[in-house]
């Protein structure tokens, strides 16, 4: 049998002294407690552990409602009507709205008619006072102590407000064959011991306490101290993971040019998304020189192809275009950049950025928003690779169901679009794919390049079960507050 816990070995004791029922103030005033819900939760132990029963009974009791407790305070609305046409015996509809509020008047005046009271040209009179009293009289001292049984229940249950009734739940115990064959010396309190402390270990009495087992069952108060934003949180576990799977972080500007962001990835000048309405373009730097080596290459390979077997986009490419200052649009920018400058050694690299673009705010958009970027590069590097590690990283993060299906970006060949199943739907989260040989050629970068590019706040929303994206930024200290430790 399991351990017995404090209050139900007291309680036991108790039940032990006589074998028939006991009522809860019996029990309470036995084991000395003030609360009922030890007792309860003592008796249900003992009861789940065959050492006593427990008997419930339930029952109908009336009790005041809200208009109830100030009517047992201030009296009914009909007795203050009598009291004060009772005072002022010429008194009239009239006095009386005007000394009664007007929500008062009216139902009280119902409340007198049905009594008795007549109102003739605005006087009132009754033919027989004293039954009239005498009813109010009985329905004050059921206000004042009501009672189930009362012949006045149907009409108070009528009145809006004043009684209610509810089911009690009223429950006996008593003890069994088990429970009486256990010694008494059984029964014995312990001191347990709650809390470890240094003391304690120092001494030898660990060896011979006993410790309070952890229900992780109770309910428990939430500890309000200061902790991490979600957001943040999540960026937290996304680094350790990829930290984990060997891969070192990328931390760089979002001041960028359009040559970066988007000529190096030979995304095409006149490409929609480069247009104003898609990107937020600087005033201040307007420009950003761009090395003369660097604008030339890229000229050759938009215009025609370059040393690539490529054809280019044809058309005419803009110096000028390129060295424009934008904030990036996203965190490709930096991972080229990244391999610009270490084109020959392989690495496995990750960033997870704030990327801008003139989105309106709605409900999963924002102009404003998180990339996870990452990078693989190394000899043999092949789309294998690339879905495995990324599969590897949501399952990590709790989403086992992944699937990549064909894209199209400017700069991979093959693209994919990464999903991941959250409540039965596929959701899309991000693109990825192998860097064209127009992006690495120029750079000097020879082995292939895997890389991918992830919506944060996407990954948030499933983390975190938003419908709304604007929730992760609103600031609401109830939301914040009972947002779960990722
Ligand atoms: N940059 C792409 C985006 O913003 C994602 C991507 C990154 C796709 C790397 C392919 C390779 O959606």
């Given at each position: 049998?399991?351990?017995?816990?404090?209050?139900?070995?007291?309680?036991?004791?108790?039940?032990?002294?006589?074998?028939?029922d006991?009522?809860?103030?019996?029990?309470?005033?036995?084991?000395?407690?003030?609360?009922?819900?030890?007792?309860?939760?003592?008796?249900?132990g003992?009861?789940?552990?065959?050492?006593?029963?427990?008997?419930?009974?339930?029952?109908?009791e009336?009790?005041?409602?809200?208009?109830?407790?100030?009517?047992?305070?201030?009296?009914l609305?009909?007795?203050?009507?009598w009291?004060?046409?009772?005072?002022?015996?010429?008194?009239?509809?009239?006095?009386?709205?005007?000394?009664?509020?007007?929500?008062?008047?009216?139902?009280?005046?119902?409340?007198?008619?049905?009594?008795?009271?007549?109102?003739?040209?605005?006087?009132?009179?009754?033919?027989?006072?004293?039954s009239?009293?005498?009813?109010?009289?009985?329905?004050?001292?059921?206000?004042?102590?009501?009672?189930?049984?009362?012949?006045?229940?149907?009409?108070?249950?009528?009145?809006?407000?004043?009684i209610?009734?509810?089911?009690?739940?009223?429950?006996t115990?008593?003890?069994?064959?088990n429970?009486?064959?256990?010694?008494?010396?059984e029964?014995?309190?312990?001191?347990?011991i709650?809390?470890?402390?240094?003391?304690?270990l120092?001494?030898?009495?660990?060896?011979n306490?006993?410790?309070?087992?952890y229900?992780?069952s109770?309910?428990?108060?939430?500890?309000?101290?200061?902790?991490?934003?979600?957001?943040q949180?999540l960026?937290?576990?996304?680094r350790?993971?990829f930290?984990?799977?060997?891969?070192?972080?990328?931390?760089?500007?979002?001041?960028?040019?359009a040559?970066?962001?988007?000529?190096?990835?030979?995304i095409?000048?006149?490409?929609p998304?480069?247009?104003m309405?898609?990107?937020?373009?600087?005033?201040?730097?307007?420009?950003?020189e761009?090395?003369?080596?660097?604008?030339a290459?890229?000229?050759?390979i938009?215009?025609?192809?370059?040393?690539?077997?490529?054809?280019?986009?044809?058309g005419?490419?803009?110096?000028?275009?390129?060295?424009?200052?934008?904030?990036?649009t996203?965190?490709t920018v930096?991972?080229?950049?990244?391999?610009?400058?270490?084109?020959k050694?392989p690495?496995?690299?990750?960033?997870?950025?704030r990327?801008?673009?003139?989105?309106?705010i709605?409900?999963?958009?924002?102009p404003?928003?998180?990339?996870?970027?990452?990078?693989?590069?190394?000899?043999?590097?092949?789309?294998?690779?690339?879905?495995?590690?990324?599969?590897?990283?949501?399952?990590?993060?709790?989403?086992p169901?992944?699937?990549?299906?064909?894209?199209?970006?400017?700069?991979?060949?093959?693209?994919l679009?990464v999903?991941?199943?959250?409540?039965?739907?596929?959701?899309?989260?991000?693109?990825?794919g192998?860097?064209r040989?127009e992006?690495?050629e120029?750079?000097?970068?020879?082995?292939?390049?895997?890389?991918?590019?992830?919506?944060?706040?996407?990954?948030?929303?499933?983390?975190?079960?938003?419908?709304?994206?604007?929730?992760?930024?609103?600031?609401?200290l109830?939301?914040?507050?009972?947002?779960?430790?990722?």
């Open positions: 049998m399991a351990e017995l816990t404090n209050p139900e070995r007291r309680m036991l004791r108790a039940l032990q002294k006589r074998s028939d006991w009522t809860l103030e019996e029990i309470l005033q036995e084991c000395d407690w003030t609360d009922q819900a030890i007792a309860v939760s003592a008796g249900h003992l009861t789940n552990k065959g050492l006593a029963k427990t008997m419930e009974s339930s029952n109908k009336v009790i005041l409602g809200e208009e109830g407790i100030k009517a047992s305070e201030n009296g609305l009909e007795a203050r009507l009291n004060f046409i009772q005072s002022n015996p010429n008194s009239t509809m009239k006095d009386l709205s005007s000394h009664f509020e007007r929500h008062e008047a009216g139902p009280g005046i119902g409340l007198l008619k049905g009594l008795g009271v007549t109102i003739q040209g605005g006087n009132f009179s009754c033919e027989d006072n004293d009239v009293a005498d009813s109010i009289l009985e329905r004050t001292k059921f206000i004042q102590s009501p009672s189930i049984d009362s012949p006045l229940l149907d009409h108070f249950k009528g009145r809006k407000n004043l209610e009734i509810v089911e009690m739940v009223s429950r115990w008593k003890i069994t064959k429970g009486s064959g256990i010694p008494v010396e029964l014995e309190e312990v001191v347990q709650a809390e470890i402390t240094p003391e304690l120092q001494s030898d009495e660990w060896k306490a006993t410790f309070r087992p229900d992780v109770l309910e428990a108060a939430m500890p309000r101290s200061g902790r991490s934003h979600p957001m949180a960026i937290e576990r996304i350790s993971i930290l984990e799977m060997g891969f070192s972080e990328l931390v760089d500007d979002y001041v960028q040019t040559g970066w962001n988007m000529d190096s990835l030979f095409p000048q006149d490409h998304a480069r247009e309405q898609d990107t937020f373009y600087l005033d201040e730097p307007k420009k950003i761009i090395e003369a080596k660097l604008l290459d890229w000229k050759a938009h215009e025609h192809g370059g040393d690539t077997e490529s054809t280019g986009w044809g005419e490419f803009s110096e000028e275009i390129a060295q424009k200052g934008l904030l990036r996203h965190t930096n991972t080229i950049q990244y391999l610009a400058e270490n084109p050694e690495c496995r690299v990750f960033a997870i950025d990327v801008f673009r003139k989105e309106s709605d409900r999963t958009h924002l404003e928003f998180h990339q996870i970027e990452g990078i693989i590069m190394e000899p043999g590097a092949n789309l294998g690779m690339l879905v495995t590690t990324l599969k590897t990283f949501y399952q990590k993060m709790g989403y169901e992944v699937r990549v299906r064909p894209a199209y970006f400017p700069y991979t060949e093959p693209s679009e999903e991941v199943k959250w409540r039965g739907k596929w959701l899309e989260l991000g693109g990825a192998i860097f040989p992006v690495t120029p750079l000097g970068i020879k082995d292939p390049v895997c890389a991918w590019g992830m919506g944060l706040e996407r990954l948030a929303m499933l983390v975190l079960g938003l419908d709304d994206i604007r929730q992760l930024y609103i600031s609401d109830e939301w914040l507050r009972n947002q779960p430790i990722l």
